[in-house]
């Protein structure tokens, strides 16, 4: 909406400063009795017939209150117009909140859900594209491989069928991720909370993390070693799973990678530090947002497709924690997690993290 200075007179809200909308309707209102007797008052002095002076000083009353009126219901109007808008597809549209009353505060309240609503258009289309891009790959090499086999144009081979083995099972790593972020988004993924030592989560998926990766030095490091958490450890071992690839993905050969769980006011905080590129400082804020991939010093090879850490971001603020990615000098990521040890909310309502 355009509130430069072109606006026009009639547009003009003189009671903004005020935060009620009675007090607006009251000195409406008695501004209108003043001026219905200022003009009686003058209209006795210029000998204007008596019958005429309660019409002019109506007529004229009716005019201010109008015009006042007028900047009272505006943000209503422009909000009726916004929203016609939008039921068409236009998420853009704003409206000038500059009052201090109610209005003026459900203008607010309308422009924040309007940016909210064109922010998860924006994220529907993405993951729309996203999901396109990333299932019609691997079935178009699948599709392709599958036709040459069945046609002949080239022998069964076993690398071929390694190949499109590895194919299909990252066709099935994206659906589960998928419906994981569903079931998580809808929140129909319950907690199954339990109080079980840190370590022997850790050493798990340390041990798996070697098995996949065993050019890469897993190390641990607990303290104290019989610390304990309550917390859903499948859900917590997923995380912890998915941030370990993605540190070993990225982490020179022979280069180790740390795992460091500790105690901090309360709370559990476990680390995971690597020696691979980093990430930049601008992709560090939106690497947690759904397919979203940083440059070319942090993009997966081919094995990720941007879901894991959005989904280790909503298991971690179901848990009433928090996630991070901060810069390990001179080189490298460290991820914190950190979790409530002895969460006072467990029973109740899950949060629902940000998109």
């Given at each position: 909406?355009?509130?430069?200075?072109?606006?026009?007179?009639?547009?003009l809200?003189?009671?903004?400063?005020?935060?009620?909308?009675?007090?607006?309707?009251a000195?409406?209102?008695?501004?209108?009795?003043?001026?219905?007797?200022?003009?009686?008052?003058?209209?006795?002095k210029?000998?204007?017939?008596?019958?005429?002076?309660?019409?002019?000083?109506m007529?004229?009353s009716?005019?201010?209150?109008?015009?006042?009126?007028?900047?009272?219901?505006?943000?209503?109007?422009?909000?009726?117009?916004?929203a016609t808008?939008?039921?068409?597809?236009?998420?853009?549209?704003?409206?000038?909140?500059?009052?201090?009353?109610?209005?003026?505060?459900?203008?607010?309240?309308?422009?924040?859900?309007?940016?909210?609503?064109?922010?998860?258009?924006?994220?529907?289309k993405?993951?729309?594209?996203?999901v396109?891009?990333?299932?019609?790959?691997?079935?178009?090499?699948?599709?392709?491989?599958?036709?040459?086999?069945?046609?002949?144009?080239?022998?069964?081979d076993?690398d071929?069928?390694?190949?499109?083995?590895?194919q299909?099972?990252?066709?099935?790593?994206?659906?589960?991720?998928?419906?994981?972020?569903?079931?998580?988004?809808?929140?129909?993924?319950?907690?199954?909370?339990?109080?079980?030592?840190?370590?022997?989560?850790?050493?798990?998926?340390?041990?798996?993390s070697?098995?996949?990766?065993?050019?890469?030095?897993?190390?641990?490091?607990?303290?104290?070693?019989?610390?304990?958490?309550?917390?859903?450890?499948?859900?917590?071992?997923?995380?912890?799973?998915?941030l370990?690839?993605?540190?070993?993905?990225?982490?020179?050969?022979?280069a180790?990678?740390?795992?460091?769980g500790?105690?901090?006011?309360?709370?559990?905080?476990?680390?995971?530090?690597?020696?691979?590129?980093?990430?930049p400082?601008g992709d560090?804020?939106?690497?947690?947002?759904?397919?979203?991939?940083a440059?070319?010093?942090?993009?997966?090879?081919?094995s990720?497709?941007?879901?894991?850490l959005?989904i280790?971001?909503?298991?971690?603020?179901l848990?009433?924690?928090?996630?991070?990615?901060?810069?390990?000098?001179?080189?490298?990521?460290?991820?914190?997690?950190?979790?409530?040890?002895?969460?006072?909310?467990?029973?109740?309502?899950?949060?629902?993290a940000?998109?």
């Amino acid at each position: 909406m355009d509130d430069g200075p072109s606006r026009r007179w009639w547009d003009l809200r003189p009671l903004d400063r005020l935060n009620s909308v009675r007090m607006k309707f009251a000195i409406a209102i008695v501004l209108a009795v003043f001026v219905s007797a200022i003009v009686s008052q003058v209209g006795f002095k210029l000998d204007i017939p008596i019958e005429l002076r309660p019409i002019i000083a109506m007529v004229i009353s009716l005019l201010f209150v109008r015009f006042v009126a007028h900047g009272l219901t505006a943000p209503l109007r422009e909000m009726e117009r916004a929203a016609t808008k939008m039921a068409k597809g236009d998420y853009t549209q704003r409206v000038r909140a500059t009052g201090r009353d109610e209005v003026g505060r459900l203008a607010t309240a309308f422009n924040a859900m309007a940016s909210e609503i064109e922010e998860v258009e924006r994220q529907r289309k993405d993951l729309i594209a996203n999901v396109s891009h990333e299932l019609r790959t691997p079935l178009s090499a699948l599709q392709a491989r599958l036709e040459n086999l069945v046609d002949g144009v080239e022998p069964t081979d076993p690398d071929i069928l390694k190949t499109m083995l590895g194919q299909t099972e990252r066709l099935g790593r994206l659906v589960s991720q998928l419906m994981d972020l569903s079931r998580l988004e809808s929140g129909t993924l319950p907690l199954h909370r339990q109080r079980f030592p840190l370590t022997v989560l850790v050493d798990q998926a340390a041990d798996e993390s070697r098995l996949s990766h065993p050019d890469v030095d897993v190390r641990v490091v607990v303290d104290p070693a019989d610390l304990e958490i309550e917390a859903d450890p499948e859900r917590l071992h997923q995380v912890l799973a998915n941030l370990l690839e993605n540190a070993a993905r990225h982490t020179p050969p022979g280069a180790p990678i740390e795992i460091i769980g500790r105690e901090h006011d309360g709370c559990v905080v476990v680390e995971i530090a690597d020696h691979g590129p980093g990430i930049p400082d601008g992709d560090r804020a939106r690497i947690f947002e759904r397919f979203y991939r940083a440059d070319a010093s942090r993009v997966a090879d081919g094995s990720g497709a941007g879901l894991g850490l959005s989904i280790a971001r909503w298991i971690v603020d179901l848990h009433h924690g928090t996630i991070r990615a901060e810069t390990r000098e001179p080189s490298g990521c460290r991820m914190v997690i950190e979790l409530p040890r002895d969460d006072d909310l467990v029973g109740a309502a899950p949060i629902r993290a940000a998109r």
